[in-house]
């Protein structure tokens, strides 16, 4: 799904926001003083794939997946029972 997303934003101007997660890895990375770039696409077209960082002096891809991308059993089931929320199709 992040490909598309890749494509997508690609072909049009997009603005992302940092969710939570993404906010803690700034944060960490901007404490300990290391240079990133957030929401990098690379790639074309079909092969076209969006990252959440990327730190260019060292050539490293970060992605930050937390409960929702991993469906945390913890947090998620596949139908919102006992507290859970529901897991979504993706």
């Known amino acids: 799904m992040k490909s598309h997303g890749g ?3 690609k072909n049009k101007a ?13 944060n960490f990375l901007d404490d ?6 957030f929401s ?6 079909e092969k076209c794939f969006q990252y959440d960082f990327i730190v260019h002096k060292k050539r490293i891809l970060i ?11 913890n947090q998620y089931n596949e ?8 897991l979504n199709d993706i």
Do not use: F
């Open 40 to 45: 990098c696409i690379m790639g074309h077209g």
């Open 79 to 86: 139908d919102g029972s006992n507290g859970k929320r529901k």
């Open 63 to 73: 992605e930050v997946q937390g409960d929702y991308w991993h469906g945390n059993p």
């Open 14 to 26: 997009c603005n992302y926001k940092m969710n939570n997660l993404e906010t803690k890895m700034a």
């Open 32 to 37: 300990h003083k290391i240079e990133y770039d």
């Open 7 to 9: 494509i997508a934003a």
